[in-house]
């Protein structure tokens, strides 16, 4: 009997080190306990809970969620019990599952960016901070991920608070991800994450009424795939930190495309709702998936994607 030849699944992110590239997207998964039932959270390779800010919210009006072809848009509105909640009530459970804690935060301004990093450097069981950005259901959230200065503000400034590594979350809705994510890169990030949800609406035309309470939402799901792969390839020939690929992924083809891409490791979002099982399911996939790829390593196959004449595959 032929053993199948051993891949080394760890990847590097900066500072953070990870099991495997296999993450789950923050506001996709809760904080984790929701889905103890149906996944082995400790095979996952990181963990990004929803988003706290500095104070709890309770979000936006209904309705917050809508299907659409191929997609989902919401807005939530960063609906959390904040970071004092957070730090005393799903952080321990979260620290306890074995994968690395990627804490999500937004600011509604530098100062509150930097005082929750500040908060967060001691805390047992955060592994990492995953600065969002690039929230489109919050007025004022968007802007650090959408002014490349500002961004770099907000990144040096976290930074130079906690000693944490740091991944900056990135926005697809910009005319250039690159010169935001080389600022993030100047800032001092160690990867960027890529994308948010792209910015979108949903009409009743009967009623002349949008279907989410806040008129407008953010789409995520396979609808935006391409953007995000385009977003990840843009990102990763501009900056030397890794890159983290997000959006539409919910299949072992969609990783390994990411990782071709440039992605060096990849975040499970929206599939999570329809398909709890689906991170398990690519992980059992992955090693067989990156020896057909010719990789004994993620790090063998990232950004090996090579321009010029288009693949013959007629899969897309
Ligand atoms: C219902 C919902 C809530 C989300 N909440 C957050 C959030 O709190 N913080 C964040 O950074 N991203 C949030 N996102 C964005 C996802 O993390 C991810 O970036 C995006 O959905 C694209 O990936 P996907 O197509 O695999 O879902 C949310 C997405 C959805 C669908």
Redesign the pocket.
């Known amino acids: 009997m032929v053993n199948a030849p051993a891949v080394d699944l760890a990847v590097e992110l900066g500072r953070l080190r990870l099991p495997n590239p296999i993450l789950v997207?923050?506001?996709?998964f809760g904080y984790a306990r929701e889905m103890a039932g149906l996944v082995d959270l400790a095979r996952l390779g990181g963990i990004v809970p929803?988003?706290i800010t500095r104070e709890p919210r309770a979000g936006n009006v209904p309705w917050r969620?809508v299907e659409t072809a191929a997609g989902?848009l919401?807005s939530?509105g960063?609906d959390n019990d904040g970071i004092e909640a957070y730090i005393a009530h799903h952080l321990p459970y979260l620290a306890s599952l074995g994968p690395p804690v990627i804490t999500?935060i937004a600011g509604h301004n530098y100062d509150e960016f930097v005082a929750m990093a500040a908060r967060l450097a001691d805390c047992p069981g955060v592994a990492a901070i995953?600065l969002?950005v690039?929230?489109p259901n919050v007025s004022g959230g968007v802007d650090f991920g959408a002014d490349p200065a500002m961004c770099e503000r907000v990144v040096r400034g976290v930074r130079a608070a906690c000693g944490l590594p740091i991944l900056a979350?990135l926005t697809p809705n910009v005319t250039d991800i690159a010169a935001v994510a080389v600022a993030a890169e100047r800032g001092g990030a160690d990867a960027i994450s890529a994308?948010?949800?792209c910015l979108g609406m949903a009409v009743d035309w009967r009623r002349r009424k949008p279907l989410l309470g806040n008129g407008m939402g953010?789409l995520?799901?396979p609808a935006?795939k391409p953007i995000a792969l385009r977003c990840v390839y843009q990102v990763a020939r501009a900056v030397r930190i890794p890159v983290v690929g997000?959006?539409?992924?919910c299949s072992i083809d969609d990783v390994l495309e990411f990782f071709v891409a440039g992605a060096s490791a990849v975040?499970?979002?929206?599939?999570n709702f329809y398909n709890p099982t689906v991170s398990m399911k690519i992980l059992d996939a992955l090693p067989a998936a990156l020896t057909e790829a010719g990789a004994s390593s993620v790090r063998d196959i990232v950004g090996t994607l090579q321009l010029g004449s288009p693949s013959n595959c007629s899969k897309v």
Request: hydrophobic fraction near 30%.
């Open positions: 997207a923050s506001g996709t929803k988003t969620t989902l919401n939530i960063l999500s995953e969002n690039s929230c979350k994308i948010n949800t953010g995520s799901g935006i997000i959006g539409g992924i975040q499970i979002g929206t599939a």
